[in-house]
């Protein structure tokens, strides 16, 4: 499949000066309760949050495979000096590795288990393919955050993706605490869009995976969206789950606690979908980090 080269920009973002923020008109639970596992009222409820925690979504015997390959692709010598593996800016230990699927048989059974994928299914209701794929460690001690931020804002103006109709699965493979550099999020902020000023630097994600900097919001548009929509934070065992919105507001704080936090991180796109040009940024990212072979996931 071919992306077209233009389709309507109906999210203009990286621009010179402040604009209003959009109240989006696409809804965020696409299929309905036939569709999937979820319950009309887990439906009802994401759709008016943007989020949904599921406790206990892993057993505690894959919590500890899963770690295990986690382990073994931070020290794999053959990703010593892969783009898809990403650092930490000041100490060097490893901040994400991308693609996990392709490095990993039992990450991309994962994705394909109909526990995930059906729910994802369900949520944007078309066929899926993955968009992006990572394993997140923040180490303790010295664990670096991810400032504020909506997902869907970076894969409009720099992958191309029209629309926000894709979901986000983030299984906890540690503990989550409200201490440890958890995940904030500003429940029902998925409705409104914030448009970032400024442009995108050539090759941003050479530095944005480390600390972003451009398509951040402003001090001002994090306190609107705030004083609007208020501020969560996910916790829960190694071995639950966040399905969540592309748009929804979220960032993290640094980890100073001896107790690490890692997870393993999906995005399931609609086939329908799929990523055209960027919107705002003068060429695409790599594909191991905006997937562009939009095959629906079996
Ligand atoms: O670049 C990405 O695709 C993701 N990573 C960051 C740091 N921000 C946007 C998005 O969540
Ligand atoms: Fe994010």
Redesign the pocket.
């Known amino acids: 499949m071919t992306a077209p080269t233009t389709a309507e920009d109906l999210f203009p973002t990286r621009l010179t000066s402040p604009s209003d923020f959009i109240e989006r008109t696409q809804p965020a639970v696409w299929g309905s309760v036939n569709d999937g596992p979820f319950s009309a009222a887990e439906l009802e409820a994401h759709e008016k949050r943007g989020f949904t925690i599921l406790d206990d979504f892993i057993t505690a015997d894959d919590v500890a495979l899963y770690s295990s390959e986690l382990d073994r692709l931070a020290a794999d010598p053959a990703l010593q000096n892969d783009p898809r593996k990403i650092t930490e800016r000041t100490t060097g230990t490893v901040r994400s590795v991308f693609e996990v699927e392709k490095l990993s048989s039992v990450l991309d059974d994962l994705a394909r288990n109909p526990q995930v994928l059906d729910r994802a299914r369900q949520i944007v209701g078309s066929e899926v393919y993955l968009h ?1 794929t990572r394993i997140n460690y923040m180490p303790s001690f010295t664990g670096t955050g ?1 400032y504020w ?1 909506s ?1 869907f804002e ?2 409009h103006a ?1 992958d191309g993706m029209p629309v926000p109709r894709s979901v986000s699965l983030s299984i906890a493979l540690t503990d989550n605490y409200p201490y440890n550099g958890g995940l904030m999020v500003m429940p029902g902020s998925h409705r409104t869009f914030v448009p970032a000023v400024g442009e995108t630097p050539d090759n941003n ?1 050479e530095q ?2 480390q600390a ?1 900097e451009a ?1 951040v919001p402003s001090h001002a548009a994090i306190t609107a969206m705030a004083e609007k929509y208020g501020i969560d934070q996910f916790t829960g065992a190694a071995g639950s789950a966040l399905w969540f919105d592309s748009n929804i507001m979220h960032g993290s704080g640094n980890n100073i606690t001896p107790y690490p936090r890692s997870n393993v991180f999906m995005v399931f796109n609609s086939v329908d979908n799929a990523l055209v040009e960027p919107y705002a940024a003068k060429s695409p990212r790599p594909e191991h ?2 997937n562009r072979d939009f095959t629906p996931l079996r």
């Open positions: 992006q991810f931020h997902d970076t894969w720099e994600h944005s995976l972003q398509g980090i905006a």
